[in-house]
C-alpha cells in the first residue's frame, strides 16, 4: 500500500463546477505539499501546509491540513479548464531524510 | 533563467542498450533528485544527491546509477536497459533539501522495447 492514497483518481468536470480532492494517510507528517503536473511538464509546487487544521488559499484553490497532520484537501472553486492537470501531494515522512514521497495523484480535467 | 532542463526529451533503446540522461540547473542549487513517474504511481525517487560529488539512493534505485561531478549538473545511467524502465524520468533541484521546495525539469519519456 502506498504511504499517500489520493483520491479519486481521475476526476471530469465542466467550466464552473466545484470540486475536492483528497490526500489520505495513516502516519503524520510535519509538513505536506501540493503541486499540479500539466502535461508534457514537470510538477509546479503550489503550496506547503504545516500546521494542524491550516487553511491556504491561492485564488480559487482552497487547501486543508487536517487536524491530525495526516490528511489534507484541496478545493478548486469555478473550475476552468486552465486547471486541468494531475494534483499530486507529497510529504517528507519523519524518517525519510531528503526523500520526499509523492501519492499517486489525481487527473482532473475540466471541459469548457 | 532556465531553471532545470534536461537532455534528451525523447529515447527509444532496445533491451540491453545503455544511455545517460542528463539534467543541468542553474540556481545554484545544492540537492539534485531523478524520479521516475509512472501512471497510478506518482513519482517515485531513484538516486538523489546533495552536493557535487555526492550521491544516495533512493526508493527505487537498482539499474540505475548516477554522478554529479558539477554542481549544477546531475546525470543519470541505464547500464543495460529493460522493459521495466520504461518511464518518464524527471529531475528536480532545490536549495536546501528536506522537502524544502523542488523544482522539475519538463521530463525525458524513455521507451525500451
Known amino acids: 500500500t502506498q504511504l499517500l492514497e489520493q483520491s479519486p483518481q481521475f476526476l471530469s468536470i465542466q467550466e464552473g463546477e466545484n470540486l475536492t480532492v483528497y490526500c489520505n494517510s495513516s502516519s503524520v507528517f510535519s509538513s505536506l505539499q501540493w503541486y499540479r503536473q500539466e502535461p508534457g511538464e514537470g510538477p509546479v509546487l503550489l503550496v506547503t501546509?504545516?500546521?494542524?487544521?491550516e487553511v491556504k488559499k491561492l485564488k480559487r484553490l482552497t487547501f486543508q491540513f487536517g487536524d491530525a497532520r495526516k490528511d489534507s484537501s484541496l478545493h478548486i472553486t469555478a473550475a476552468q479548464p486552465g486547471d486541468t492537470g494531475l494534483y499530486l501531494c507529497?510529504?517528507?515522512?519523519?524518517?525519510?531524510?531528503?526523500?520526499?514521497?509523492f501519492g499517486g495523484g489525481t487527473r482532473l480535467m475540466v471541459k469548457p | 533563467n532556465a531553471g532545470v532542463t534536461q537532455t534528451p526529451k525523447f529515447r527509444v533503446l532496445k533491451t540491453g542498450q545503455s544511455m545517460t540522461l542528463l539534467c543541468a540547473q542553474d540556481m545554484n542549487h545544492e540537492y539534485m533528485y531523478w524520479y521516475r513517474q509512472d501512471p497510478g504511481m506518482g513519482l517515485r525517487l531513484i538516486h538523489y544527491s546533495v552536493g557535487e560529488g555526492t550521491t544516495a539512493k533512493g526508493e527505487v534505485p537498482d539499474g540505475y546509477n548516477v554522478s554529479r561531478l558539477k554542481k549544477q549538473n546531475f546525470l543519470l545511467g541505464l547500464e543495460s536497459a529493460a522493459p521495466s524502465q520504461t518511464s518518464v524520468y524527471f529531475c528536480a533541484s532545490d536549495r536546501q533539501g528536506r522537502g524544502y521546495e523542488q523544482y522539475f525539469g519538463p521530463g525525458t519519456r524513455l521507451t525500451v522495447t
Open positions: 501546509v504545516v500546521t494542524g487544521g
Open positions: 507529497a510529504v517528507l515522512p519523519y524518517n525519510a531524510g531528503n526523500m520526499l514521497t
